[in-house]
């Protein structure tokens, strides 16, 4: 348990800041980072660790993040689907062809998931999950849930990644900095009926989103609530 105390003090959250290059193990597979792009690369560097191809993913988000860019444009497709971690890093980094909106098809399209569940608030009649053509390109398929009792109910063929993005919690995610946070006590409602996912993933990211997680102190503060205590819930899986 003392690696968990050292994880926590570690962690300064009043000092966290909006920084699309922000990433940090914080032990037990737990990893958090600012842009939520960069949960593709920590998939895949956990997949690549753990010798195994492929999982079931949870994606609970206020956005579906679900874009893919590549279909008009082959060649890059293709420099994508054999990147290896140093390529992925790069092209990540780049900005430009996989963003905060648009790291999960990617993964879909490179074999990483057997299915995707999903558990977003936003409502976009027009970009609901990943698009059908990823979905058929890959032989993934998805589960939209619209309430945590469903979400915390599936039963996963593969090892888990749980992804959560902290935006989940601001129902005003629509406009830079708005800010609508749900209360406290509803939010830590929902992390206890998902509780059992948070436990069993091989992997959680968690993404701070700083500029549609409330204001730069909402994110902070519910960074210091959330974070906690899905780190407690981890390093008992770990002991």
């Not at 092209?91 to 905060?100: A, F, G």
């Not at 490179?110 to 990943?130: A, L, M, P, S, T």
């Amino acid at each position: 348990m003392a690696n968990f105390v050292e994880a926590v003090v570690a962690l300064d959250y009043q000092a966290l800041e909006r920084n699309d290059e922000y990433i940090t193990d914080l032990g037990f597979e737990t990893w958090l980072m600012d842009n939520h792009k960069w949960a593709l690369w920590v998939w895949e560097r956990h997949a690549e660790g753990a010798g195994v191809r492929k999982f079931t993913l949870v994606h609970a988000d206020y956005h579906w993040d679900g874009c893919y860019d590549f279909f008009e444009s082959p060649a890059e497709e293709a420099a994508m689907l054999a990147a290896d971690l140093n390529g992925l890093h790069l092209l990540i980094s780049e900005d430009d062809w996989i963003r905060y909106d648009s790291f999960i098809a990617p993964a879909v399209m490179r074999g990483r998931f057997d299915v995707v569940h999903f558990f977003c608030k936003q409502d976009n009649e027009w970009d609901i999950g990943v698009g059908d053509e990823v979905l058929a390109a890959s032989g993934t398929t998805q589960m939209l849930h619209t309430s945590a009792e469903s979400l915390a109910s599936i039963d996963p063929a593969y090892p888990l990644i749980f992804d959560l993005c902290l935006d989940l919690f601001n129902r005003e995610s629509t406009t830079e900095y708005g800010s609508d946070l749900w209360p406290d006590e509803e939010i830590v409602r929902f992390l206890n009926t998902v509780q059992p996912l948070i436990e069993s993933a091989c992997l959680v990211t968690i993404s701070l989103s700083f500029g549609c997680s409330g204001t730069s102190d909402d994110t902070k503060r519910l960074a210091e609530l959330v974070v906690p205590i899905v780190l407690a819930w981890r390093a008992k899986q770990h002991q």
